[in-house]
Nanobody, 120 residues
């Protein structure tokens, strides 16, 4: 059993910053890529950023230069630092992780989501 729990969402004014965190817990043997996705009302879920175990990073064009993804392997945690937030960043943000469990299965997991609202 593996769980991903996000935190750090909230309401922020345009130009502001937020830091999202996602902690993975449970029967974890190793974690490969971890990432963040978002889904705005009426839109499909989209990739925001991903970080591999390398680590290497990748960002959606819409967030490049404003968002920074990082991970703490000792804490099984991935972060998303979001700066210069815009109203169009408003969405539910989901954590995603590619995990090998202690029973040696490899699965993709999702968190429950955290709301980010950018509004004045």
């Amino acid at each position: 059993q593996v769980q991903l729990v996000e935190s750090g969402g909230g309401l922020v004014q345009p130009g502001g910053s937020l830091r999202l965190s996602c902690v993975a817990s449970g029967s974890i043997f190793s974690i490969y890529a971890m990432g963040w996705y978002r889904q705005a009302p009426g839109k499909q879920r989209e990739l925001v950023s991903v970080i591999t175990s390398g680590p290497s990073t990748n960002y959606a064009d819409s967030v490049k230069g404003r968002f920074t993804i990082s991970r703490d392997n000792a804490k099984n945690t991935v972060y998303l630092q979001m700066n210069s937030l815009k109203p169009e960043d408003t969405a539910v943000y989901y954590c995603n992780a590619d995990i090998r469990t202690t029973t040696m299965g490899r699965y993709n997991y999702w968190g429950q989501g955290t709301q980010v609202t950018v509004s004045s």
